[in-house]
């Protein structure tokens, strides 16, 4: 799967999932990963022991190398990995 479709994939599971459970402007998720990665157009450091970063609606998250995994507040998950 290409970057491209891989971002496009988890910026609209975010989003439907946010609508679909009509959530304020609180954290939806958690984004995790064991390589940096983007989250809202920022390059995230992992590697200083904060390997996890929260997801609010609207966020973008680009996975880095290793990909990374989103842990939603009703215990779903969803792995992006590159490959």
Known sequence: ???FLLYVAVFLTIALTTGAR???????A?????TP???RGAPVSTDKGV???????????VAGDS????SF???SKIVATLG
């Open 1 to 3: 799967m290409s970057k």
């Open 22 to 28: 009509d959530l304020q402007d609180g954290q939806v």
């Open 30 to 34: 958690t984004a995790t990963s064991v």
């Open 37 to 39: 990665l983007e989250l």
């Open 51 to 61: 390997p996890s970063w929260p997801v609010m609606p609207g966020d973008v998250v």
């Open 67 to 70: 990909g990374v995994t989103l």
């Open 73 to 75: 507040q009703d215990g």
